[in-house]
């Protein structure tokens, strides 16, 4: 299907767009960047300006294709498919990667995904939620009204972070975390119902979840319905940072 793009909306050389996308009045979106299908993209967005770092090219992207130089123009954006991205978001450009999002995201009214975030699929980030640099949120996380992440946090899948909590070291795959700073404060127990565990599967991951214990040696990661499965393992599979 035809993109419908509004005639007040910029799109800059160097932006490449998928099928069937909606993008609003008085949006900017400037290379390099890539687009998915399907997208609803609101008015007064703004998608590919430089990332927020002093030492870094800030070219006028808007005016002039990007010239291939990635310490020029950035190290790109790319947005995948079947997102909802509502009025004044910011993505920036990567400075050493490509900033990432993927699919069936909800980005809220005046959230910021900041430069070389990687932000996976199905993510819900709340209204004035700010990120800093380098931050990787997993699938299925949602931030709250107001969160702020220090660079460099990770947010396990299915996390839950509070309303106006800041966020400085890494929250765990289905927890919930709240405060200034963030803690802990338990399990998203009803996510992980959501995605049908009763309640002696969550029993026996809760030590796992709340990092005292390793995954149970029973075999319950294999058990999990698939894209759990999945994502557990992948998590207990991360790379850990010890300092």
């Known amino acids: 299907m035809v993109n419908r793009i509004h005639p007040t909306a910029v799109i800059g050389e160097g932006v490449e767009l998928g099928d069937d996308n909606v993008i609003g009045p008085f949006t900017v979106v400037v290379g390099p960047t890539r687009i998915g299908d399907g997208n609803w993209i609101g008015p007064h967005v703004t998608i590919g300006t430089p990332g927020e770092d002093r030492g870094r090219e800030h070219p006028a992207a808007w005016e002039s294709a990007p010239n291939g130089d990635p310490d020029h123009d950035g190290h790109g954006v790319v947005i995948g498919s ?46 004035n939620v700010i990120t800093g640099g380098h931050c990787h949120i997993w699938s299925g996380a949602n931030l709250g009204m107001g969160a702020i992440l220090h660079q460099r946090v990770v947010i396990g899948p299915g996390a839950m972070v509070g309303m106006s909590s800041a966020v400085r070291k890494e929250v765990g795959a289905f927890t919930i975390a709240v405060g200034n700073p963030a803690r802990v404060t338990g399990v998203n127990t009803v996510g992980l119902s959501r995605r049908g565990l009763d309640e002696a599967a969550i029993e026996a991951l809760g030590p796992w979840l709340k990092g005292k214990a390793g995954l149970p040696e029973d075999g319950l990661a294999d058990r999990l319905p698939g894209d759990l499965s999945t994502l557990v393992k992948a998590w207990d599979a991360r790379p850990r940072d010890d300092h």
């Open 82 to 127: 079947r997102n909802r991205i509502r009025e004044y978001v910011s993505v920036h450009q990567g400075t050493w990667r490509t900033t990432t999002i993927g699919d069936g995201g909800y980005f809220l009214r005046g959230s910021h995904i900041a430069h070389d975030c990687l932000v996976e699929d199905a993510v819900t980030v709340a209204s």
